[in-house]
Nanobody, 124 residues
Framework: QVQLVESGGGLVQAGASLRLSCAAS????????VGWFRQAPGKEREFVAA????????YYADSVKGRFSTSRDNAKNTVFLQMNSLKPEDTAAYYC?????????????????WGQGTQVTVSS
């Protein structure tokens, strides 16, 4: 089992930045790929970004490419999502998820463990 806890969400103005953290406990975290997803009210959960177990490979949805970046510190069992130039359409609950050998990485069903989510609200 892997337990995930997100933090770092909040209310910001358009153009601001936030850094989300996903802290893991339980099994060896460095064995797992990690994905970030978000879900706005009335919408389906959507893929945002992913990072492989080593941190050497990252992947992004087109909607966040160039603005968001994900990284990880396996020594601290933590994954980060740096969000810059935030837009009102980025408003959502953000979730981190972990899985082994995740494929396809954009699909929520590919991940085995999920955090409880952290709310990000961007005002215009």
């Amino acid at each position: 089992q892997v337990q995930l806890v997100e933090s770092g969400g909040g209310l910001v103005q358009a153009g601001a930045s936030l850094r989300l953290s996903c802290a893991a406990s339980g099994r060896i975290f460095s064995n797992y790929d990690v994905g970030w997803f978000r879900q706005a009210p009335g919408k389906e959960r959507e893929f945002v970004a992913a990072i492989n177990w080593s941190g050497r490979s990252t992947y992004y949805a087109d909607s966040v490419k160039g603005r968001f970046s994900t990284s990880r510190d396996n020594a601290k069992n933590t994954v980060f999502l740096q969000m810059n130039s935030l837009k009102p359409e980025d408003t959502a609950a953000y979730y981190c998820a972990a899985g082994g050998s995740v494929y396809p990485r954009v699909a929520a069903r590919s991940y085995d463990y999920w955090g409880q989510g952290t709310q990000v609200t961007v005002s215009s």
